[in-house]
């Protein structure tokens, strides 16, 4: 079943090029955050994840959390919120029937307590890996509290329950993953490293075809063309470097064996120009 897709950038942070793949200039790029809008033909308007809004900055107010906007400076102005680009296209946040929510990082988050209604779609590990943290200890993961909606646990699907699937063949080396709607329309799949229980879309979108959302498996798309791994300083900050190293080369196979799909990285200013020429892709 295919679904449409549009994508939203919601600002963006900046880090030197050559934190996020080896052979990156010395040299401050912007890091986005993009953010996806779904029209599911049967489950309606979904949001995979919501990237930053205004509430970034006043959950980074004060110590320790300030520290985050310090180290990685972001920008992003009230209007490019998800929920102020939906309402620009006449859609309320009460018609957002679900998020899926990659990983737990701000600059994933920043919109969730936008959408009071919303179903929260995420991996349990991933949440049971931030659940309680404050303080430094949040901080370390790149997460902000203050960002998670009160009433989480009363809304949140832990896709990771379900039972496992075989893809088709057409999405190898990812050979299996999560059918979300049981429909073949939204696959999920593990992309653990990056972040405990992060994870990707598969989906076939009506106009454009076949789409990986792929979160920070990479952080950019030349960094998955020719499989560069980031500055090993960088790579001290992944929660499971071996995996991240796993999902890098596996998105690289992928992307030889099908140049035609459209992997698309959270924070790639190339996805982001890409989108904004209906899908003109470089292979």
């Known amino acids: ?14 880090q030197l090029e050559m934190f996020s793949r080896k052979g990156g200039r010395l040299k401050k790029i912007p890091f986005h955050a993009i953010a996806g809008l779904i029209e599911h033909p049967v489950h309606g308007l979904l949001l995979f994840d919501t990237g930053y809004s205004q509430r970034f900055f006043e959950a980074t107010s004060n110590l320790p959390y300030s520290l985050y906007g310090k180290i990685t400076p972001v920008f992003s102005e009230a209007h490019e919120s998800i929920s102020e680009q939906l309402a620009a296209r006449g859609i309320k946040t009460t018609d957002i029937a679900g998020i899926l929510i990659s990983h737990f990082h701000a600059d994933h988050i920043g919109g969730l307590r936008d959408f009071p209604h919303a179903r929260l779609y995420c991996f349990e590990r991933a949440y049971n890996h931030v659940k309680g943290k404050t303080g430094w200890e949040a901080l370390r993961e790149a997460y902000l509290p203050d960002l998670m909606p009160d009433d989480f646990e009363e809304r949140v699907t832990f896709i990771d329950r379900e039972r496992l699937v075989a893809l088709p063949e057409a999405y190898a080396p990812y050979t299996e993953g999560y059918d979300l709607f049981a429909d073949q329309s939204l696959y999920i799949v593990d992309l653990n490293g990056h972040a405990i229980g992060q994870f990707g879309v598969l989906l076939r979108d009506r106009d454009h075809g076949d789409v990986f959302l792929c979160a920070d498996a990479a952080w950019s798309s030349e960094a998955y ?45 190339e996805v982001w120009q890409a989108s904004r020429g209906a899908f003109t892709w470089r292979s």
Do not use: W
Request: aromatic share 6%.
């Open 1 to 14: 079943m295919d679904v449409k897709l549009t994508l939203m950038d919601t600002g963006y942070c900046q």
């Open 225 to 269: 063309r020719s499989n560069l791994l980031p500055h090993p300083l960088a790579r001290l900050i992944m929660a499971d470097r071996q995996a991240y190293r796993e999902h890098l080369h596996k998105l690289h196979v992928l992307f030889r064996q099908r140049p035609d799909m459209k992997i698309m990285p959270t924070h790639c200013g």
